[in-house]
């Protein structure tokens, strides 16, 4: 594999907006007529007192970033942290284009709506006090405020059609909420008491069942489903559950982490805390794993590309490893100075982010 890779914390240019935080430092002329201020808010600031603007010249997330994700098209990226803000980035330039701030409340989640016009396109966003926003990027205004969860939320997804948003909560719940009235359709409660920790939607796998999603919980288990959402339809497809021994850490297990394999979308791969250390194959038409890939450490984010069958893997010991599903030679590279806690494909599979803490990184792919 040989890369190109963006390393620092985050480190994006920026657009020109309103100081977004209170003021930690300062540096003006002699004159006082001009200078530079950093916020609370991790962003540096030009500012001019002649004429009483000011431009962001720097912005970061400052708190822990739990979630990267590509726009269909891959000409935007969002991030969402700790600190309550959800940011869209311009990819080519990587300059912030808007960003969308909740007080008081980390923001855990965040989806693109499937659509690739930047006139309807929408990113939404999952908050710990259980509600749902939806953010129109056109208007750079939030369009919905939905409350389908009582706990904060963990997983999210629009689907495939884009007709329902789901989401899932720390209880386990999955909420199945209309994206156009965000009503409330339907609740989905059999990882109820574990957390859910993916959730993946895509076009439909069985003939004639519209779409397909799974979700994978805190349990080791895995639920896939088809769903005809314009028709009302859900029905449970197979459920998945992997044993494991007693988890012997005082901190938490390893998260359970699966999705649909792109080339194949009858297989979906699955890791999580287990009997061994390793990605599970499993076969939805024959109903049984069909291949493993032992893996050194316990994985803590996973993603499937569809370009060159390659798979990421990021690992507590700030390791990021790349696979050829097909003949499993890998590659691992080391730059994050924390544990890999995210890593995305974009749709293309050209891209790749990793994130450590509030340190993100983009890598360019080039082959394996």
Excluded at 59 to 71: I, P, R, Y
Excluded at 210 to 222: N, S
Aim: hydrophobic share 40%; with cysteine; aromatic share 8%.
């Amino acid at each position: 594999m040989s890369c190109l890779f963006l390393r620092g914390p985050s480190v994006l240019l920026g657009q020109e907006l309103m100081l977004d935080g209170p003021t930690v430092s300062a540096a003006f002329d002699n004159t006082m007529d001009m200078g530079v201020v950093g916020t609370a808010a991790g962003t540096l600031w030009y500012i001019s007192w002649s004429d009483s603007s000011s431009i962001r010249l720097v912005s970061g997330h400052q708190a822990k970033v739990n979630g990267v994700v590509f726009s269909a098209d891959e000409r935007h990226f969002a991030t969402c942290s700790e600190d309550g803000s959800v940011r869209v980035w311009s990819a080519p330039s990587s300059e912030l284009e808007v960003q969308f701030q909740v007080l008081s409340q980390a923001c855990g989640c965040v989806c693109w709506s499937p659509s690739a016009n930047q006139e309807t396109a929408c990113v939404a966003a999952g908050y710990g006090d259980g509600t749902l926003r939806i953010f129109r990027l056109s208007s750079s205004e939030m369009e919905m405020k939905l409350h389908p969860h009582q706990v904060a939320l963990t997983a999210l997804q629009f689907s495939a059609a884009g007709h329902v948003i789901l989401s899932a909560g720390s209880d386990g719940v999955v909420a199945v909420s209309s994206a156009r009235t965000g009503a409330t359709l339907r609740l989905i409660k059999d990882h109820r008491g574990a957390a859910v920790t993916a959730i993946q939607c895509r076009d439909n796998v069985w003939p004639q069942s519209g779409e397909t999603w799974l979700a994978a919980g805190a349990d080791r288990r895995v639920s896939v489903w088809a769903a005809d959402w314009p028709k009302d339809k859900c029905d449970l497809m197979d459920w998945l559950t992997f044993p494991a021994p007693p988890y012997p850490g005082e901190d938490s297990p390893p998260p359970s982490l699966a999705a649909f394999c792109p080339a194949d979308p009858s297989l979906l791969v699955y890791t999580g805390y287990g009997v061994e250390k390793e990605l599970c194959f499993y076969s939805l038409t024959r109903k049984q794993i069909v291949k493993k890939i032992a893996l050194p450490d316990w994985a803590t984010c996973l993603s499937l590309s569809c370009k060159s069958q390659l798979i990421a893997v990021g690992s507590k010991d700030r390791v990021l490893k790349l696979i050829q599903s097909t003949s499993g030679r890998f590659q691992d590279f080391v730059p994050h100075s924390d544990s890999v806690q995210t890593c995305r494909f974009s749709p293309s599979g050209d891209l790749l982010f990793t994130v450590a803490f509030n340190e993100i990184l983009l890598w360019e792919v080039q082959g394996l």
